[in-house]
């Protein structure tokens, strides 16, 4: 994995797709299992662990010194909480 993240260009734009496809992967997966499961109905919180992951993902990229691709999680990241934040109080 480390010989793949080295070829890896450290690119904004590579950290801005990352960070919306992984949580998009796994909101998907939690909007299922929210309308599937009716103990889970009201869990939004689902959610959040979904974009949470995203903390992990870019701590990986700054270990190993991909700082702009780090950069670019982070902002995807924002922009999810920002939507959630919408989808919340609209």
Do not use: E
Request: with cysteine; proline share 1%.
């Amino acid at each position: 994995m480390n010989d793949k993240l080295k070829k890896l260009n450290d690119s904004v734009w590579i950290g801005l797709g990352l960070g919306l496809i992984i949580p998009g992967i796994l909101c998907g997966l939690a909007w299922y299992i929210i309308h599937h499961v009716a103990v889970l109905a009201k869990a939004d919180l689902l959610y959040i662990g979904s974009i949470a992951v995203n903390a992990y993902v870019m701590q990986y990229f700054f270990k190993y010194h991909k700082l702009n691709i780090g950069r670019g999680i982070l902002a995807a990241t924002f922009l999810c909480a920002l939507i959630f934040f919408a989808y919340k109080v609209f």
